[in-house]
Structure formats: structure tokens, C-alpha cells
T-cell receptor, first 115, second 115 residues
């Protein structure tokens, strides 16, 4: 079965550079979520999109922006990178229904290292 | 605001022994509860979930969890641990929005399995 695809898997950037992370959701999933997991930390919610519109926002720095495109893939853009941005960035997708039984499926993550 | 507490940061268990991981949550309404497992450098894999109904939930890899509303708990159990169960385990509570579930994770419990 198709899963959530994230690219790249690993990324090394220097301070003050920019980075773009991509997420391809499971086919027919209409909702995408981004999470940041720092070293030894639990994943923290950044932002989510439903049908290409931002649906929720968490602790996402102003230096970061994201969007969901017409094909439902999403990109997380990170500018003026700081050492503290080094983390594993997860994308998850789900298909929203009014029913209760929904769950998010996670990608393998993109490991960003800022040097 | 919702929150999740996993009181045990590390647990060491012998192979073949039973395992119980604790999870307590704080949420204003009926929670959607999840357990995820993360192997080193890997993504998050869903073990099981609770939305409603039977409070004892069966998951993959022989895991089960019991929802206890009176104790605000959702503890994860496995009768006999295998070496491959060594990983980090995250409990999460889902917040139901108009579209999709934003997850709030606990701090995680790292499980070490002794031969």
C-alpha cells in the first residue's frame, strides 16, 4: 500500500540558509500535517492543511511557511535557518470524514541538520 | 488545552517478560487516543487507537491498551516482550477539528529489552 512520502530524507544546511521539505500524502488523503521532533523530544505539531487551506496552526516559527498544492502534496519552507532547527520533520496525512474513525499516517521523516 | 503525560522515561524489561507503559491524558471531551512506536531514526508507526466503544483495544504486534476514563489513562501492555520491541513509544491524544486530528504527544518512553 502507498505510504506518505517525504523528500529529501536527509538535508544538511548552513545557518541562515533556506530549506524546502516536501510531503506527498497517501492517495485520496486530503489533510496534511507537519510535526517537528527535536533530539530526544516528542513530536510537536507545526501546521496542518485541509483541501489546500490551512486548518490548524501550532508552534511554527514565523520563519517557516507551508502550503498544500492542488495535487495535495505539501511543502514546508524554512528560512534563516538556525542551529535549533535541526530536527526530524514528519509529515502525516489523513482523509477527513465526519465519522470518528480517522487516523493520521506518518512518513519516515526528513532529518534536517543545520551547521 | 490537551496534554499527555508518560511518567516513565525509560523502562528496561527482560525478553519474554510482560510490559506496561503508562499514559495519562488531559482533555476536555471524550478523547481520541493513540499509541505510536518509533524505532531509532525511523518514522512513527501506529500500534493502536481508541475512538469509542470497547475500552480494551487490540493493536498490532501483540499490543493492547485499556482506556480508563475514571483515571484518565490509556496504558499500553504486551504479555511477552520480544527483542524487536526495543523502541520509543509515544502516547498521543487527538483533537478533533472541523477537518482532521491534530495530535498532542507525550514525552515518550524508551523501552530497552534485555536478552
Amino acid at each position: 500500500a502507498a505510504g506518505v512520502i517525504q523528500s529529501p530524507r536527509h538535508l544538511i544546511k548552513e545557518k541562515r540558509e533556506t530549506a524546502t521539505l516536501k510531503c506527498y500524502p497517501i492517495p485520496r488523503h486530503d489533510t496534511v500535517y507537519w510535526y517537528q521532533q527535536g533530539p530526544g523530544q516528542d513530536p510537536q505539531f507545526l501546521i496542518s492543511f485541509y483541501e489546500k487551506m490551512q486548518s490548524d496552526k501550532g508552534s511554527i516559527p514565523d520563519r517557516f511557511s507551508a502550503q498544500q498544492f492542488s495535487d495535495y502534496h505539501s511543502e514546508l519552507n524554512m528560512s534563516s535557518l538556525e542551529l535549533g532547527d535541526s530536527a526530524l520533520y514528519f509529515c502525516a496525512s489523513s482523509f477527513w470524514t465526519p465519522l470518528e474513525d480517522t487516523e493520521a499516517f506518518f512518513g519516515q521523516g526528513t532529518r534536517l541538520t543545520v551547521v | 488545552a490537551q496534554s499527555v503525560t508518560q511518567p516513565d522515561i525509560h523502562i528496561t524489561v527482560s525478553e519474554g517478560a510482560s510490559l506496561e507503559l503508562r499514559c495519562n491524558y488531559s482533555y476536555g471531551a471524550t478523547p481520541y487516543l493513540f499509541w505510536y512506536v518509533q524505532s531509532p531514526g525511523q518514522g512513527l508507526q501506529l500500534l493502536l487507537k481508541y475512538f469509542s466503544g470497547d475500552t480494551l483495544v487490540q493493536g498490532i504486534k501483540g499490543f493492547e491498551a485499556e482506556f480508563k476514563r475514571s483515571q484518565s489513562s490509556f496504558n499500553l501492555r504486551k504479555p511477552s516482550v520480544h527483542w524487536s520491541d526495543a523502541a520509543e513509544y509515544f502516547c498521543a491524544v487527538g483533537e478533533v477539528k472541523a477537518a482532521g486530528n491534530k495530535l498532542t504527544f507525550g514525552g515518550g518512553t524508551r523501552v530497552l529489552v534485555k536478552p
